[in-house]
């Protein structure tokens, strides 16, 4: 079984059930929150049912190996994509946003005006 005890350990103080919304697009520093984003997903879809998209699959594994060019590509598709969501889940590791994903959030905010989430405020003290 995927999500075992030991696989949700990390998550047990997160209060995801706050997000109500189906389709849920994740952003964060990929080189900060790496497993942040395959854990999550996975809880979001198993537990809670929920729709989960990331920006590039082969960027969240290999981001090194992507020259300037192709990473910014990357960053439009990722923007188009935030069209097709509901709403984000920002994953601020230790507090991290990293400029790729200011940019979406700004996108998300002022110009779809979605609701956004922050795994740090879901963190129940």
């Known amino acids: 079984m995927r999500l075992n005890e030991k696989f949700l350990e990390d998550f ?3 209060n995801f059930s706050q997000i109500k919304e189906e389709k849920i697009f994740l952003v964060g ?3 900060k929150a790496k497993d942040y984003f395959i854990k999550i997903e996975s809880i979001l879809q198993i537990i ?5 998209s990331i920006c590039s699959v082969d960027g969240l594994l290999n981001k ?4 300037t060019k ?3 590509d990357l960053q439009q598709i990722a923007l188009r994509k935030l069209h097709d969501q509901d709403a ?3 994953l601020d590791v230790d507090n991290y946003i990293g400029d790729q994903s200011k940019e979406e959030i700004k996108y998300f ?3 779809l005006k ?4 922050y795994l740090s405020k879901l963190k129940e003290s």
């Open 12 to 14: 047990k103080d997160y």
């Open 29 to 31: 520093s990929i080189t």
């Open 48 to 52: 809670y049912k929920r729709i989960v």
């Open 64 to 67: 090194d190996i992507f020259n």
């Open 70 to 72: 192709e990473w910014k």
């Open 88 to 90: 984000i889940l920002v």
């Open 109 to 111: 905010e002022e110009k």
């Open 114 to 117: 979605r609701p956004i989430y």
